[in-house]
């Protein structure tokens, strides 16, 4: 078993790729946490996610610094649960708790805190500035943009 599987060749590939920026769009999926999460075995878990951590890191860091927009999110959890809470067995399926959706953005975003799967789809055309077509479901998670300076104008105003 190898739990970090190839996430140093898709994050190289990955970074390689936003820095010649010749993409308006990259998809990428690490599958260290889904595919490893089928085993049940917790140290490789705790393996993959930490090999996880790193090249994600990596990717962001290459997105801030080359201004792409990010949105970060998985379409269901795996390695959150191995084992069942019930019969203290293996639990090697897919889980149906909520995944976190994180935007990564030069833009300050709220963020809608009800959502799925159908809603990637808009909220990545919203972030790239392209209308959604009239037969996609969903609607973006971007609500609206936040105005840091107000915030903490409003913050300090508050706090006096």
């Not at 049940?40 to 951590?53: F, K, R």
Request: include cysteine; charge should be negative.
């Amino acid at each position: 078993l190898k739990p970090e599987m190839s996430a140093t060749d898709v994050a190289d590939s990955v970074v390689a790729a936003i820095e010649k920026d010749d993409y308006a769009f990259i998809v990428v999926n690490f599958a260290n946490g889904d595919m490893v999460g089928h085993t049940a075995v917790p140290e490789s878990i705790v393996q993959a996610v930490e090999a996880m951590d790193g090249e994600v890191g990596r990717v962001l860091d290459a997105a801030v610094k080359h201004d792409y927009s990010v949105l970060l999110t998985a379409d269901h959890g795996n390695c959150d649960e191995y084992r069942d809470p019930l019969t203290g067995q293996p639990h090697t399926q897919h889980t149906t708790y909520p995944v976190p959706c994180m935007i990564i953005d030069q833009s300050h975003w709220r963020l809608s805190s009800c959502g799925g799967l159908s809603n990637i789809a808009p909220t990545i055309l919203h972030l790239m500035g392209i209308s959604k077509p009239k037969g996609m479901a969903g609607k973006s998670l971007l609500l609206d943009e936040i105005d840091i300076a107000e915030q903490k104008k409003a913050l300090a105003n508050y706090s006096e």
